[in-house]
């Protein structure tokens, strides 16, 4: 096992999410057997009892890769020399929010953390953001740490991706392993658009093999853009295991580099690539390697796809003309 260990953060860490994320990573995860993680807590003081707890248990696992855990409310302390930071906690909409109000809750926790993450945070840092409005929660970390490269900072659509492809494998009789070359375009929200039209299954066309457009528009897209509702409705609280798993494989794909074959879903910055404007933080089909990432170019993408790519990039939009109005960005 090599000697210094990552330092990865996670906040949020006593809700649901962690309650999954943390023994994952802490098992190895991310990093594979031979690596030591730090792992490094914030919650807000009135969750930090709880968090004790989970610390205990995470102590009672004897993970021989967890090297050690600090849990504290102050971001600027948890994130100090942070290698991965994975931005959970974010603020539930309660009874009588509006949409304004979820954003100005969640920019007053992203502005303080892309801050600190500025101030602090190692040299090779990178930021994955769950906690939703989870696009725009990163787009307001990314302008609160101008000294970060932008590149740094992703959302999470994998979760959408991961569901997407179950849902294409259910359909086609076929395993998950068979289908590659699946996008999430746009935001993590209900306009987000799954595309069939570039995945394949088997190596065919996954549009093609399918075979049936209304199935495509009024079943596959709207499935997997809602599941996250239909898991509230189904649980009684929104997703937890399943967004952990694709934080992790976002995280670790985004590190060790995605298959040679294939593509991920990830939402970052908009350099201008299929017509989105430059600068959102929007869900495009990358490659990764090395901590880095590149969109994959060339596509064609037909009227069908265009006008959903569309509306998804305007939800992001009207996003962030919102918080840039409330002085966020
Ligand atoms: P949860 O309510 O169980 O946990 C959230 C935790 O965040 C709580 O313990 C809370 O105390 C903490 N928190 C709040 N403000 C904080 C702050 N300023 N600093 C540190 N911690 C803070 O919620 P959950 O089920 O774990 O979900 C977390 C977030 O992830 C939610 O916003 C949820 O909507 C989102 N989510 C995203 C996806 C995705 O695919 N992107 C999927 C599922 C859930
Ligand atoms: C999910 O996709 O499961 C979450 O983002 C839950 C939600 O609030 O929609």
């Not at 993970?63 to 994130?79: M, R, W």
């Not at 694709?246 to 908009?270: E, P, Y």
Request: proline letters at 4%; aromatic letters at 6%; a negative charge.
């Amino acid at each position: 096992m090599s000697s210094s260990p990552v330092k990865v953060a996670v906040t949020g860490a006593a809700g649901q999410i962690g309650y999954s994320l943390l023994f994952r990573i802490a098992s190895g995860a991310v990093y594979g057997p031979d690596t030591p993680v730090q792992l490094q807590l914030l919650e807000i003081t009135p969750a930090l009892k709880a968090l004790e707890g989970v610390v205990m248990e995470l102590d009672d696992c004897a993970f021989p890769t967890l090297a050690g855990v600090e849990i504290g409310d102050d971001a600027e302390k948890i994130f100090d020399g942070v290698n991965l930071a994975l931005l959970v906690g974010a603020r539930p909409r309660g009874p009588g929010m509006e949409r304004g109000d979820l954003l100005e809750a969640n920019g007053a926790i992203f502005t303080a953390q892309g801050k600190a993450l500025n101030k602090v945070a190692a040299d090779d840092v990178r930021i994955g953001v769950t906690g939703n409005p989870a696009n725009t929660n990163a787009l307001i970390a990314q302008r609160n740490a101008p000294d970060i490269p932008a590149d740094r900072f992703s959302a999470l659509t994998r979760l959408d991706h991961n569901r997407a492809i179950s849902q294409l494998a259910a359909r086609t009789g076929s395993s998950v392993t068979e289908i590659a070359h699946m996008t999430i375009w746009g935001n993590h929200s209900a306009t987000q658009y799954p595309d069939l039209f570039h995945a394949t299954v088997g190596g065919r066309n996954a549009a093609e093999v399918v075979d049936d457009q209304a199935w495509i528009e009024n079943d596959f897209v709207p499935t997997v853009a809602k599941r996250g509702a239909a898991i509230i409705e189904a649980r009684g609280s929104s997703s937890a295991a399943s967004a952990a798993s694709a934080t992790i494989d976002a995280a670790r794909d985004w590190l060790h580099g995605s298959a040679a074959d294939d593509w991920v879903s990830m939402a970052v910055q908009s350099d201008g690539s299929y017509g989105i404007p430059e600068g959102l933080i929007y869900s495009f089909p990358v490659t990764t390697s090395g901590g880095d990432w590149s969109i994959v170019q060339g596509l064609d993408i037909d009227e069908f796809s265009r006008g959903r790519m569309d509306a998804t990039a305007a939800e992001l939009i009207e996003e962030r003309d919102a918080v840039q109005a409330l002085g966020l960005i």
